[in-house]
């Protein structure tokens, strides 16, 4: 028994060899919708070239144009279990985190600022909502977030 199924497996199936006759019909020829696009194609119109950036106010600054970004922080920070405090006037809340050069700083209601190498630019972008302005200066950013 066992050797009957292992000789029929061999040859080709009837189906088999109906797609294969089917297919060596149909090898070079190439449906008529194909032929009638490629026709049209030829004829066709190049289109109209048009700007499609956005306008200025609405592009986006590339990370290269950016030298940093900062936000406000008004709750404590907390990091390790351990709430953050300025190191120089013991203040707890109200930071402006800052982000540039892959760094992040913490500067405190007074203007003092601190490296804080337990925060990352992943924790920065994961908390940091859309950025709202661009400004040329430091102290123009300073001066839109009340500062």
């Not at 925060?119 to 009340?146: I, K, M, Q, S, V």
């Amino acid at each position: 028994m066992f050797h009957r199924i292992r000789r029929r497996a061999k040859e080709p199936s009837q189906a088999q060899q109906r797609f294969l006759e089917l297919s060596a019909q149909l090898q070079g020829r190439v449906p008529s919708e194909v032929e009638r696009v490629r026709v049209d194609l030829e004829y066709a119109k190049p289109a109209a070239v048009v700007d499609d950036f956005l306008p200025s106010e609405l592009r986006v600054l590339s990370p290269d144009q950016v030298a940093g970004r900062m936000m406000s922080w008004k709750l404590p920070l907390v990091l390790d279990g351990e709430m953050v405090a300025c190191s120089e006037c013991g203040t707890y809340r109200d930071w402006l985190i800052l982000s540039t050069r892959n760094q992040i700083w913490l500067r405190c209601q007074a203007g003092h600022q601190q490296p804080e190498p337990r925060l990352d630019t992943a924790w920065y972008n994961r908390h940091a909502g859309p950025a709202d302005a661009a400004h040329a200066t430091f102290e123009d950013c300073l001066r839109h977030l009340g500062r």
